[in-house]
């Protein structure tokens, strides 16, 4: 398994595992066995249209095909970067610069399984010799597909080590998704070890700007994002 590095807005490197071209065509399996389901279904169910005319029938079967077109790009963009085999697999598309693709990123990879899936397959052979595991789609998205499942230890993680006493002090925190606290918590821990101050100022002016904190209770930008993080894990580990 190839090794992604990502540069933040912080121009801070985090390195993430780049899911391997197996994982991401037996995710794209599971995808394609749900939509064959999904049309053998569909022709059991409404088989008995086969008598109607030929324009009302291509009218019928392009309006049920819909789930079918859309599938990727749907569940893509309404499960942060993952269809069911993604998230059979345990893996997620995201930008390059580490934050979460935008529906315009889900898009394009879209429109570009047009080449990648049904040219040949040519985007699967692209991926075994591309260093990122990307397909054509991915590079001109500017997105890689991570690995979710590595094995880490709890300080390369979002987890935080929180006292059964623990009070929170920002609830807004939950307004930041998982991706947003494990890049926090990568340039955080680098800035701090390298004494780079000017990046953890940087990072606590975007965490009040992401969550909308308005009364920050903590003068210093280490102390702030400390809180922040284990406020985070507070919070999303009582979900």
Do not use: C
């Not at 801070?12 to 994982?23: L, M, P, Q, R, S």
């Not at 059991?44 to 079967?61: L, V, Y």
């Not at 991926?127 to 690995?147: C, E, H, P, S, Y």
């Amino acid at each position: 398994m190839s090794e992604l590095q990502i540069n933040t807005t912080q121009n801070v490197k985090i390195t993430f595992n780049a899911a391997g071209a197996g994982e991401r065509l037996l995710a794209f399996i599971i995808d394609s066995a749900i939509k064959i389901g999904y049309m053998l279904i569909l022709n059991w169910t409404f088989g008995a249209f086969d008598n109607m005319d030929q324009w009302s029938q291509i009218a019928i079967n392009t309006v049920l095909g819909f789930p079918v077109m859309f599938y990727t790009l749907a569940l893509e963009s309404l499960l942060q970067g993952q269809t069911i085999g993604k998230r059979v697999l345990k893996i997620r598309v995201v930008k390059i610069d580490g934050y979460q693709a935008s529906f315009s990123d889900y898009v394009v990879r879209w429109f570009f399984r047009i080449v990648d899936i049904y040219i040949f397959g040519i985007g699967f052979f692209i991926m075994l010799f591309n260093k990122k595991t990307q397909r054509i789609g991915d590079m001109a998205a500017g997105t890689a597909v991570i690995a979710l499942k590595n094995n880490v230890n709890i300080s390369h993680t979002i987890l935080e080590n929180l006292k059964d006493n623990y009070k929170p002090t920002y609830p807004n925190v939950i307004k930041l998704s998982d991706n947003d606290a494990r890049i926090i918590k990568e340039t955080y821990a680098a800035a701090r070890n390298a004494k780079d101050y000017q990046t953890l100022i940087k990072l606590r002016q975007k965490i009040i700007e992401v969550a909308v904190i308005k009364d920050v209770k903590h003068p210093t930008d280490i102390e702030f994002i400390d809180v922040i993080l284990k406020d985070y894990n507070f919070y999303t580990q009582s979900m």
